[in-house]
Each structure stands twice: as structure tokens, then as C-alpha cells.
Nanobody, 127 residues
Framework: QVKLVESGGGLVQTGGSLKLSCAASGGTFNNYAVGWFRRAPGKERQFIAAINWSRGNTYYGDSMKGRSTISRDNAMSTVVLYLDNLKPEDTDVYYC????????????????????WGQGTQVTVSS
């Protein structure tokens, strides 16, 4: 069974940086798309970025474009999201999701739901 586990969240000051990791297990992830999202309670989720596990092509949403970088470590079965210049309004729970379609653009569509989700990691940015 596919399992995604996020880590790396925490408390950071305005202007700081974080490295979030999404560790994947329980499957063969060749050609999966893995994406990062954020969501505050009671609000719609926002797409941040996605990467194709095998090809490495990436796609970024508008929510954190220019302040986020996604990459993957195939040997470690991990997808990493680097967040820079964080602001208090970036305080959210950050989730990773994986989809068998492999389409990074699909991951950015609000109407679509990835096949697998992690439990999320809390990011809090203090002012």
C-alpha cells in the first residue's frame, strides 16, 4: 500500500526558509507525479508544485511561485520542497500527494484529486 509521510514543518520567522520532505513507500513510483499543496482549516487547498518521479519535469502553481523549489531524490524515494522568504500568510498545513497519471499539470487542477495523500506537516511563520 502506498504511503506518503511528510516532514520538515515547524516554526520559522518571517523571511526564513524550510525544507519539507515527502517520503514515499509501498509502491513503485516510476512515472508517478508527486505534488505539494497547502491548506488552512476551512479553506480551499492551494497547489504549490509537482514533479514527475521518473522524468523530473516540474510544474509550479501561482501560490508560491518564485519562493518554492521542488526536487526528487530517487534513491531515497523522497520528494523535497524548499520554501524561501516565508511570510506569516504562509502558515498552513502542507501536504504531499501522488498520482499514477504522472501528469504534473494534472496535479495543479483544482477539480482533480491525487490518488494518494500524506497526513500533512504544519508550517507556522511568525511575524
Amino acid at each position: 500500500q502506498v504511503k506518503l509521510v511528510e516532514s520538515g514543518g515547524g516554526l520559522v520567522q518571517t523571511g526564513g526558509s524550510l525544507k519539507l520532505s515527502c517520503a514515499a513507500s509501498g509502491g513503485t513510483f516510476n512515472n508517478y507525479a508527486v505534488g505539494w499543496f497547502r491548506r488552512a482549516p476551512g479553506k480551499e487547498r492551494q497547489f504549490i508544485a509537482a514533479i514527475n518521479w521518473s522524468r523530473g519535469n516540474t510544474y509550479y502553481g501561482d501560490s508560491m511561485k518564485g519562493r518554492s523549489t521542488i526536487s526528487r531524490d530517487n534513491a531515497m524515494s523522497t520528494v523535497v520542497l524548499y520554501l524561501d522568504n516565508l511570510k506569516p500568510e504562509d502558515t498552513d498545513v502542507y501536504y504531499c500527494g501522488a498520482d499514477v497519471s504522472g501528469s504534473v499539470v494534472f496535479m495543479g487542477l483544482e477539480s482533480q484529486e491525487p490518488d494518494y495523500w500524506g497526513q500533512g506537516t504544519q508550517v507556522t511563520v511568525s511575524s
